[in-house]
Nanobody, 121 residues
């Protein structure tokens, strides 16, 4: 089970830290990714981190502004969102899969229910 938190209503230029908590019979050998879905749009890949925590990948639209990290001791994955823009407004999901390619493609085995991020200009 994956549970996201940390979303909110912020102004352009502000920062947020989203958290993804893994609970239950959840293996550590899972890659974790963040995806987002804006109203009337498809769900898009944002960032991913491998199960060790050393390999990462970002969508070009968020590279440099967003930073993904994980703490396996706490079964937590974080997404730091800096310099937020109104275009970042979306429902943010975390997801998990043991296959990196499936992770990036959005074909994850596990999904959370999302946390809303709203950025005003």
């Amino acid at each position: 089970q994956l549970v996201e938190s940390g979303g909110g209503l912020v102004q352009a230029g502000d920062s947020l830290r989203l958290s993804c908590a893994a609970s239950g019979p959840f293996s550590l050998v899972y890659n974790i990714g963040w995806f987002r879905q804006a109203p009337s749009k498809e769900r898009d890949f944002v960032a991913a981190i491998d199960w060790i925590g050393t390999g990462t990948q970002y969508d070009p639209s968020v590279n440099v502004r967003f930073f993904i990290s994980r703490d396996n001791d706490k079964y937590m994955v974080y997404l730091r969102l800096n310099s937020l823009e109104p275009a970042d407004t979306a429902l943010y999901y975390c997801a998990a899969d043991d296959k990196w390619g499936k992770m990036i493609a959005g074909q994850n085995e596990y999904w959370g229910h999302g946390t809303q991020v709203t950025v005003t200009s």
